[in-house]
């Protein structure tokens, strides 16, 4: 039972890996102007669901598993998650919105935010294998 369960969360930190890092190359395409703000919101907006999905995955196998330490790991990324989703505003495309990506410094909040998903699945993807 515990391997499967550390199995299946390596396959979902892989997928989650790859997310962030998909994130990152569109922001900074956006960042270099190779796409327009609408296609990039677009693209991002479309895959903030199934990231939501696989870190509540994630967290919830660790708790089912009694595995307390990496569940109290995963609890505030995944709750974070879920903050992000709920607080946009009425009228806004998603979390990524074309009319506001620009202003306020949101497009390096949005990269800064990327780049510490990225670290923590790193670091999520070597306990899961270690263990």
């Known amino acids: 039972m515990e391997a499967a369960v550390f199995i299946l969360s390596l396959v979902d930190c892989c997928a ?8 990152i190359i569109t922001l900074s395409d956006l960042e270099c ?33 009694l595995h307390w330490f990496v569940f109290l790991l995963n609890l505030p990324v995944a709750a974070w998650n879920m903050y992000r989703v709920w ?7 998603g979390v990524f919105d074309p009319t506001e990506i620009h202003n306020r410094g949101q497009l390096k909040s949005h990269m800064k935010e990327s780049m510490i998903k990225l670290g923590f699945h790193l670091l ?8």
């Open 16 to 23: 989650l890996i790859f997310l962030a890092v998909y994130f």
């Open 33 to 65: 102007d190779y796409i327009n703000a609408r296609a990039c919101c677009s693209k991002l907006n479309r895959w903030v669901v199934p990231e939501l999905v696989g870190q509540a995955l994630s967290t919830v196998l660790m708790l089912v598993s």
């Open 124 to 131: 999520c993807f070597f306990i899961y294998l270690y263990r």
């Open 87 to 93: 607080k946009v505003p009425m009228g806004n495309m």
